[in-house]
T-cell receptor
Framework: EAQVTQNPRYLITVTGKKLTVTCSQN?????MSWYRQDPGLGLRQIYY???????DKGDVPEGYKVSRKEKRNFPLILESPSPNQTSLYFC?????????????FGPGTRLTVL | KQEVTQIPAALSVPEGENLVLNCSFT??????LQWFRQDPGKGLTSLLL?????REQTSGRLNASLDKSSGRSTLYIAASQPGDSATYLC????????FGAGTTVTVRA
């Protein structure tokens, strides 16, 4: 089944404890991205990647890191999480950024930073 | 910077009524526009994608139109059902998705 998977789905952690949220897609997509969703602010892009080893900042990259060493994986790293990073996170992918290509979303990761 | 607006923010209709959801955007230089459905606390399900060269797209009871010149898209849901209750998001796609805040729909049985 074609899909985008994220792990973990739920995470409660404490301020300053490094964490990684994994994202994987099995559709051979070139483009992958991370979004966060907050009440009243909607969905905002954190980072995106056009292909392996090519990443760039989105609208709200502060406090996050990403890497794209393999085409299928695009982990989101929080080196020193803070309470303002409590949010619902989504990973998305598409074959390429063009008119034809639909974005597929993972199920989401609900992160709480205490 | 792309600004995407969805009006109204919430909508409540009786079962069987047709739904009309509006989306407006400020920058017409987009690859496509995508409509999503989101159930509370859940992920996003893609409903329809309209390419920048298209005027409309249909899937079952859903029909979406796109007018790039006026910066508008409309999602029509025919003969609404209680199962259609959800939040509907539109997103323009250039090098990233820019989302509207969504319209929360309640269909009363």
């Amino acid at each position: 089944e074609a899909q985008v998977t994220q792990n973990p789905r739920y995470l409660i952690t404490v301020t300053g404890k490094k964490l990684t949220v994994t994202c994987s897609q099995n559709m051979n997509h070139e483009y992958m991205s991370w979004y966060r969703q907050d009440p009243g602010l909607g969905l905002r892009q954190i980072y995106y990647s056009m292909n392996v080893e090519v990443t760039d900042k989105g609208d709200v990259p502060e406090g996050y890191k990403v890497s794209r060493k393999e085409k299928r994986n695009f982990p989101l790293i929080l080196e020193s999480p803070s309470p303002n990073q409590t949010s619902l996170y989504f990973c998305a992918s598409s074959f390429r950024q063009s008119s034809y290509n639909e974005q597929f979303f993972g199920p989401g990761t609900r992160l709480t930073v205490l | 910077k792309q600004e995407v607006t969805q009006i109204p923010a919430a909508l409540s209709v009786p079962e069987g009524e047709n739904l009309v959801l509006n989306c407006s955007f400020t920058d017409s230089a987009i690859y496509n526009l995508q409509w999503f459905r989101q159930d509370p606390g859940k992920g996003l399900t893609s409903l329809l994608l309209i390419q920048s060269s298209q005027r409309e797209q249909t899937s079952g009871r859903l029909n979406a139109s796109l007018d790039k010149s006026s910066g508008r898209s409309t999602l029509y849901i025919a003969a609404s059902q209680p199962g259609d209750s959800a939040t509907y998001l539109c997103a323009t796609n250039d090098y990233k998705l820019s989302f509207g805040a969504g319209t929360t729909v309640t269909v009363r049985a």
